[in-house]
């Protein structure tokens, strides 16, 4: 029994060792010097390139009808050339692209920030801080309501029919312009032009714009833009106590997209006669007597 033992045990080792042979043999693709090698992939020479199925003038916004497909060889593929044609429809070319000519990444007009304007409207942008911007959380996408106050020169009509400005008086006057006004981009930060070059625009304050600035465009319709552009001129003219305007953002609600209130605008007598606020009072102080 003892011998037979020894034998199966030796059989056992023997059977074990000549699975592990084998095993490394397949691995290794037929041992040292038996195998073959694999064959090194190749970079393929022709590719898929997209071109102009027709002339796309400057700025216009690509359709499938406008490009198609050929096969070229890489060496003349240009640097940037797209392989699908779903790369390049819906983007606004920066250039004159001849039918037959490829399309390429540089082609496509670019932006510091992503901005589509919708059909009927213009973009015109307004600048905010954190009082007038609903403390930075108005984000593109946002609906609001745009509520302007003006600083008014009260005037008269004199007996010639000349107007004159009554005094150093100013009158103000609060009015929602515009309601349901999307925005369609934002600038954080605004870095203005190096020195020597030309002073930036003032949309709405005196000096260029101070640190907490954010610029917003909106989408607005012809009509719209002419009652923005000019309460911004006023703005960029004098400060706020000097006859300026100022403008104020309304972050709206996405379940009131499409409605449109009537509001009735505020000046003080509105707020005197129906809200109850005090009118102020003039106050006679006497001047002090010069002592001998």
Do not use: C, W
């Not at 606004?92 to 919708?118: H, K, S, W, Y």
């Not at 954080?188 to 020195?195: I, K, L, S």
């Amino acid at each position: 029994m003892r011998r037979t033992s020894r034998l199966v045990l030796l059989a056992g080792v023997f059977l074990a060792a000549l699975v592990f042979v084998v095993v490394l043999f397949l691995q290794g693709g037929g041992g040292p010097g038996t195998g073959t090698a694999q064959p090194t992939p190749t970079a393929p020479v022709n590719l898929p390139t997209v071109v102009a199925s027709v002339d796309i003038p400057l700025g216009t916004v690509i359709t499938a009808d406008m490009v198609t497909t050929r096969t070229l060889d890489v060496a003349n593929r240009e640097a940037g050339a797209l392989g699908d044609t779903s790369q390049a429809v819906g983007k606004i070319v920066a250039t004159n692209i001849a039918a037959g000519g490829q399309v390429t990444t540089r082609d496509f007009l670019t932006r510091d920030v992503e901005l589509t304007v919708p059909a009927g409207h213009r973009g015109l942008a307004v600048a905010v801080n954190e009082l007038s911007g609903v403390a930075k959380l108005v984000t593109t996408g946002d609906n609001v309501d745009v509520i302007i106050t003006f600083n008014i020169d009260v005037t008269s009509v004199l007996e010639d029919g000349t107007v004159a400005p009554v005094g150093d008086i100013t009158a103000h006057s609060t009015k929602m312009v515009l309601q349901d006004i999307q925005v369609i981009g934002k600038l954080d930060q605004y870095v203005p032009p190096a020195e020597g070059q030309t002073t930036p625009a003032q949309p709405g304050y005196v000096g260029g714009f101070p640190g907490g600035t954010r610029l917003l465009v909106l989408a607005v319709t012809p009509q719209q833009a002419e009652v923005l552009a000019y309460s911004r001129f006023l703005n960029a003219q004098n400060d706020f106590n000097n006859g300026s305007t100022v403008i104020d953002l309304v972050l709206r609600s996405p379940e009131d997209a499409g409605i449109v209130e009537t509001t009735t605008g505020v000046i003080l007598s509105t707020l005197i006669e129906e809200y109850g606020v005090l009118p102020p009072e003039v106050v006679i102080a006497p001047f002090p007597t010069e002592q001998p």
